[in-house]
T-cell receptor
């Protein structure tokens, strides 16, 4: 089946940029997503990218997609303490449009 | 924006009892709702896909007789954990899709179930 992988932890200093990476195996992925989850809460959609795009920018967030390598990244510019959370990448493919999630990356922002 | 609520947010029950969790789309009609389970510090695992007016489609390994899903209306889906055991303790999250072809899922805040 489809597999989505992420590194588990990332620590950055406040004000620096964060880059969270994700790889996936399903070559028929149509949409790829980044979600943010704060402790004890549900998931908040941050951004998504269609598979025929290679970059999308939305304020402090930049998504890069390398479809050939099946690699997705999320860059957060000027990272703030409020950005500390778990970030999940996810993909959908097929008619059912089910989401397959990565393991999540715990981002810790140090003062 | 589209809002999904879950009730209750936390529930503690005794082993052997049943617990019902509600998922509601507050300001839109959801043709499809999804139920996920999340263990501590782990990813979300899809349990089942629920379409209004039809039987839920369960993922492999998920017992449909234990996790009863009812999608009675376009704004409400319920998950009932029957004869709960401590190993059923988890964080249950639902999501809802706006329409069949629209790709975005809106997530509820989750329900923390603890079975004693």
């Amino acid at each position: 089946g489809e597999d989505v992988e992420q590194s588990l932890f990332l620590s950055v200093r406040e004000g620096d940029s964060s880059v969270i990476n994700c790889t996936y195996t399903d070559s028929s992925s149509t949409y790829l997503y980044w979600y943010k989850q704060e402790p004890g809460a549900g998931l908040q959609l941050l951004t998504y990218i269609f598979s025929n795009m290679d970059m999308k920018q939305d304020q402090r967030l930049t998504v890069l997609l390398n479809k050939k390598d099946k690699h997705l990244s999320l860059r957060i510019a000027d990272t703030q303490t409020g950005d500390s959370a778990i970030y999940f990448c996810a993909e959908t493919s097929g008619s059912a449009r089910q989401l397959t999630f990565g393991s999540g990356t715990q981002l810790t922002v140090l003062p | 924006g589209a809002v999904v609520s879950q009730h209750p947010s936390r529930v503690i029950c005794k082993s052997g009892t049943s617990v019902k969790i509600e998922c509601r789309s507050l300001d839109f009609q959801a043709t499809t709702m999804f139920w996920y389970r999340q263990f501590p510090k782990q990813s979300l695992m899809l349990m089942a896909t629920s379409n209004e007016g039809s039987k839920a489609t369960y993922e492999q390994g998920v017992e449909k007789d234990k996790f009863l899903i009812n999608h009675a209306s376009l704004t409400l889906s319920t998950l009932t954990v029957t004869s709960a055991h401590p190993e059923d303790s988890s964080f249950y999250i639902c999501s809802a899709k706006l329409a069949a072809l629209y790709n975005e899922q809106f997530f509820g805040p989750g329900t923390r179930l603890t079975v004693l």
